[in-house]
């Protein structure tokens, strides 16, 4: 194992085998926000990506999002994002701090995560170096 090889590759976040996750006892989602459920910097979360982590939610997943956006004032996609599911933004990812936080609030240890992002220092390292399963997305979600 490398810390910078994915467990797994999808083309986006909407095509991974959740299913398959829950059989090897992951029961936690963290997701990467910008490029992985949707655009940079995107003002509105698409609704494939909403309606993707409400599904997931229903389903008995814990879900987090580990971002490293900082939080401008007013922003509507973490404002939407914090209302619903547990959310750290400027986590300072490859840091394990982000990781650990989000992991104790979500009340899930690192081998019972997933974590799905689209790069790899910050979100395929950060992940491995704790021993989390990881999942590399090539592209965002999008309407």
Do not use: C
Not at 6 to 27: N, Q
Not at 86 to 94: C, E, F, Q, Y
Not at 99 to 113: F, G, H, M
């Amino acid at each position: 194992m490398t810390w910078l090889s994915a467990d797994w590759t999808a083309s986006s976040a909407v095509d991974i085998d959740y299913l398959a996750l829950r059989e090897r006892g992951v029961r936690a989602l963290l997701f990467d926000l910008d490029r992985t459920l949707g655009p940079r910097r995107a003002r509105h979360l698409p609704e494939r990506a909403q309606h993707l982590l409400a599904s997931l939610a229903s389903e008995g997943f814990r879900i987090g999002i580990l971002s490293n956006r900082r939080r401008p004032k007013n922003d509507p996609v973490i404002e939407q994002l914090a209302e619903r599911h547990a959310l750290l933004h400027t986590a300072g990812k490859p840091r394990r701090r982000g990781y650990l936080a989000l992991l104790e609030r979500l009340d899930a240890t690192a081998s019972e995560a997933a974590m799905i992002g689209d790069k790899w220092i910050t979100d395929i390292l950060g992940a491995k170096r704790l021993g989390m399963f990881a999942i590399r997305v090539r592209r965002p979600i999008r309407d």
